[in-house]
């Protein structure tokens, strides 16, 4: 027996998926967000360059695929900004703000754990061309929307952080690098790691230990030149204004490269230790390290909708998931009659009646109890006499209740 790949799965139910790719479609649309796709294979280079060498994803959770030799390195990709930045750039678009979102797997080689994946699913939203620290505040504002008003969740929070501009988080490195150098005894060895090659995501770090040295490490935020300190309280203020409540979080940094400005994450401590399952900010030199000709700033975000299924599943009653259409189930008696069922149920489906028809023969009670298994809100059984006098039997499995009408009339009596 084959199994499926480590870290996947199957879905074998996808109503509650389809129901919040559903929503979040029609609120995208509603602030002016159009879809888009781009394929799942990209370069891999597309993401060394996007990501950093040094980045977790870059260094061990690429999915790369086995090219024959002397041809550029592919890999299934473990995100969907880069992506969409290369299509940007690729297809010479001209009119900023270009406002798209993406919805599809991505993929990440990583020890599964729980609520993460190696096929996972997101929608990524992108806004490319935008200056004003306003778009970031209207974005955080419609995924708090969608999180609280549309999808009905109470339970969880909004991290804020301001990274600054490449020269504060320069000026910002080394002043924490002096700081770690200082208390390079207590670290953990991970800590001293990342202080050489990744400094920023020593804030990652789940030693307590370290976590109580980092309560007391300098702040970016503290930290940031008079633009950026203008634009951080102003992200505050409009959010203040817009009522979105959020915690500032200096720690915070999403651990990807290109980042700056404002970083932001909803995280639900109903979900465990990974407990993000929304998280984005913005990106103002990304376009050119793609190969655009000029920065486009922008700002972004990336929904995970596994992690948002494991909130809604516990509310999911609650949710107003699209009914299922009455199902009518066709039962012919005997062979004599399945040409007749499926005549009868082509006129059905031509009035759009959600029917199905019983063709491998049974006992009527055999297949009355096929049909209630199915979940049928009527069977229409046709026997011998039926036949002979034009005529079905239809039989509301709710109440039990028989009638027998005439054929021509069945779909009109059904759609009653
Ligand atoms: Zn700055
Ligand atoms: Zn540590």
Known sequence: MFKRVKGTQDFLDLSLFNFIVEQMKQHLQLYHFHEIATPIIEPTELFKRSLGLQTEIVKKEMFLIDVGKGEESICLRPEATAPIVRAFVENGIQTTPWKVFTYGPMFRYERPQKGRYRQFHQITIEAIGVHSIGYDAQIIKMLDCLFHEILTLNNYALQLNFLGCIKDREAYLH??????????????????????????????????????????????????????????????????????????????????????????????????????????????????????????????????????????????????????????????????????????????????????????????????????????????????????????????????????????????????
């Open 175 to 416: 002043k924490l690098y002096t700081f770690l150098e200082k208390h390079a005894d207590t670290l953990c060895n991970l800590c001293l790691e990342r202080k050489e090659k990744n400094i920023m995501r020593v804030f990652d770090c789940k030693n307590s230990k370290c976590q109580e040295i980092f309560t007391k490490a300098p702040k970016l935020i503290d930290n940031l030149c008079d633009t950026c300190a203008q634009e951080w309280q102003q992200l505050r203020d409009d959010l203040d204004l817009l009522a979105v409540s959020y915690l500032i979080t200096p720690t915070l940094v999403r651990g990807l490269d290109y980042y700056n400005k404002t970083v932001f994450e909803f995280i639900s401590h109903n979900l465990g230790a990974q407990k993000e399952f929304c998280g984005g900010g913005r990106y103002d030199q990304l376009v050119r390290e793609v190969g655009g000709k000029e920065d486009q700033p922008s700002v972004g975000a990336g929904i995970g909708i596994e992690r948002l299924m494991l909130l809604l599943e516990p509310i999911k009653n609650t949710l107003p998931l699209p009914e299922l259409p009455a199902l009518h189930v066709i039962i012919p008696m005997s062979e004599k009659q399945q040409l007749l069922a499926l005549l009868v149920s082509n006129e059905l489906h031509i009035h759009k009646l959600c029917t199905d028809v019983l063709l491998d023969g049974d006992s009527l009670k055999g297949m009355l109890r096929k049909a209630n298994k199915m979940g049928a809100a009527y069977c229409l059984i046709l026997g011998e006499e039926e036949q002979r006098k034009h005529e079905v039997t239809i039989k509301n499995m709710m109440t039990g209740e028989e009638k027998r009408i005439p054929q021509s009339e069945a779909a009109t009596y059904l759609m009653r």
